[in-house]
């Protein structure tokens, strides 16, 4: 057995001469102390009443007290004095000074020093770097506000201190540790546990009993006394404030003294104000940043970045939700024709109707144009999310209005519901995304619950999307070629050349399929690449085969990212295309690529190849950008050559754009003629070429071959057969 060592004798031996000392056994319980030490704690620390050194010291400071002892128990010597709050005689804390030192038997020395009115400064300066460092850019603000609490606590002793953030209308309040229930609850009006995590709205804390604030929120620093039983004798209240001048908080210390303050202490609440006010301007600048980021501008929605930010949120917590897809339909419609200040103003009116029928907890984003998703947090039966929709939908039953006119606004929804062991957030969007589309194809206006069917097309575009590439590297894509003739002479005008999959497991797959896969990838890029050089390498094989060169061309589709490639002129180049192509650019997403593509397009038009706006009628063309653009000729695209013989509109249509055509001497060509009667109403009109299933099918090289020749001859006049299938 280890004789126990005589403490009061280690404290004589080891203290040097220093009026302030204790010795710690080697569980850091106070054995022995000077009188002088005693006296100033107030603490009896006789055998039998051993109080362990972490009882004294403040809890927020015993982090850095366990560590100091480990390191002094640990390695030997003196080691630095660092400052504590320390509990003194009336209950209170005061900063001392600490360091200590390994004597024998375990036992540790502890030398105990005043803080100074330097020590003091030399701390202040320190602490105000530290607070700095903490307050990295994304730091919680009431992180750094406890911080700043524990600054001030420190330096003026025996006080409370309460800090009161203001953010973007929202109070932040964090408090000392001191601050009991019955404090918080006399000035608060809360518990003490609350006070941390409580963060309401100003109205609402005024409510919630936090009115106290109202005599103590000047905009001035004052020192008023108290008398409210809890022993706080008098409280200085100092605002913070922003740099220019706006209090966005306040710093209360609740003193037990009803003394006035020292102008010293004064001025370290000032100091402290200021720290805090700074550090409030700067996490509301990035809060702003951060809402702008994240959420759109015009309908306050969350936007793309957010939608995505939450479905890694739900990833990460792995709790069930649903999903659902809105579409507007014709919202394209609402943009060409009544502009897109209409366009915006629906998209507003809209954000609102939704949000008014959403249920508690969900919540709207709009990812993108006229596209708006729900997310529903929560296990909910599919007829549970089926019905949120209908309410969606409902919310849509008033006429919006819409620049001059108030029209009606249909939508589109898809529902996905998170089944159990299967939340994989991206995949559920996509699920309603797919049933969203389902719903779009049925005629629109409806809702679709994703279901196995639509899970087979899903599963079948995730397939081509993978195969995708490889696809048009080992040579899988082949071209058809679809004649076009002139309906004038009824000759041979040229070829449209139509890109296909031939796949080896599921067949022929079309463009309209495998294109808009291509075009959410790069792939699009490579795919019109090889088809311009297929194309190049047949015309250039047909005009070998030619004696005369007469107006023929080979049209091929480019998509309008093709259009936006920087070097696209040349890629035509390094296919030494010898003779021109005629190059069709969609009109149906938007014209507005035009704008990024024009100076590609006068390059392209310089080295000779055409350019026609394929789907005229469906986007946004103007005359004034068709004469801008040098644009070769329009294709009316296939709905209007549907509907003009059932409807008068349509053929007006029709129409307009053979003058149109006349008047700016572009050619005009008519897509998908299935009938004679569309044919004669086109040759009527005096439209200038056409095409579709009526006068020849797309079709195989060798087909076109046969039915024309080796080198196309143009000779070969117009004979209506319904032969060909592809
Ligand atoms: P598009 O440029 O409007 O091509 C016309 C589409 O209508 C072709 O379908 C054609 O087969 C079809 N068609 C022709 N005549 C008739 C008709 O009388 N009646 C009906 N109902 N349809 C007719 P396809 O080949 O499936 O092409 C679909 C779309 O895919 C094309 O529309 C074009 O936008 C795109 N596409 C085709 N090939 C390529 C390509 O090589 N590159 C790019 N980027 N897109 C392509
Ligand atoms: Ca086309
Ligand atoms: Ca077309």
Known sequence: ????????????????????????????????????????????????????????????????????????????????????????????????????????????????????????????????????????????????????????????????????????????????????????????????????????????AAQRGFSYFEPFAADLPHWRTVLDGTGIASVVSTPAQDPNGNVNGHVEVLRFSAERPRNEELSVHGLVARLAGLLVDRYSFEQTLERAALNDALTGLGNRLRLTLRIEELANVAAPFSMIAVDLDQFTWVNNNLGHQAGDELLVSVAKRFSSVLPPGAEAFRPGGDEFVIVVPGERRSEAVVEIGQHLLESLGEPISVGPERRKVRASLGVATCRRGDSDPTRILARADAAMYA????????????????????????????????AIANGQMGLVFQPMFNLASKHLAGVEALVRWDHPTLGLVGPDEFVPIAEESQLILELDEWVINEASTRLNDWYAHRDQLEEFGVWVNLSARTFERPGLVEVFQSFNAAIPLSLELTERDSFASFGDASDAIRRLTDAGHQIHIDDFGTGRASLHRLAEFDVSGVKIDRAFVDGMIRSDRYREVVQSIVELGQTLNISVTAEGIESLEQLEALTELGCGHGQGYLLARPMLRPALETRFGQGLDLGHALTISSGETY
């Open 439 to 470: 719903a779009k194809r049925n005629g629109g206006s409806g809702i679709r619950l994703f279901d196995a069917d639509i899970g087979m097309k899903v599963s079948r575009k995730m397939e081509l999307a993978d195969q995708l590439g490889a």
């Open 1 to 204: 057995m280890t004789q126990t060592p005589d403490w009061d004798q280690l404290l004589t031996e080891f203290r040097d001469g220093s009026q302030l000392a204790a010795v710690l056994d080697d569980e850091w319980n106070v054995r022995s102390a000077t009188p002088e030490l005693t006296a100033l704690l107030g603490l009896d620390f006789t055998p039998g009443n051993e109080s362990s050194a972490m009882e004294i010291v403040h809890p927020a400071d015993h982090q850095k007290a366990l560590e100091a002892m480990a390191s002094v128990t640990e390695f030997e010597g003196l080691h630095p004095p660092s400052d504590y709050r320390v509990r003194n005689a009336d209950g209170h804390w005061s900063s001392l000074d600490l360091a200590g030192e390994a004597i024998s038997h375990g036992a540790i020395l502890l030398h105990v020093n005043l803080v100074d009115e330097r020590r003091r400064a030399e701390m202040l300066a320190v602490e105000q770097i530290e607070i700095l460092e903490t307050a990295v850019p994304g730091a919680n603000i009431e992180q750094v506000a406890g911080l700043l609490v524990n600054m001030l606590e420190r330096h003026v002793d025996g006080s409370i201190v309460i800090i009161h953030l203001i953010e973007n209308g929202k109070m932040i309040s964090v408090h000392s540790g001191a601050v009991d229930d019955a404090i918080a609850n006399r000035l608060v009006g809360v518990p003490a546990s609350a006070i941390q995590t409580v963060a309401p709205n100003l109205s609402e």
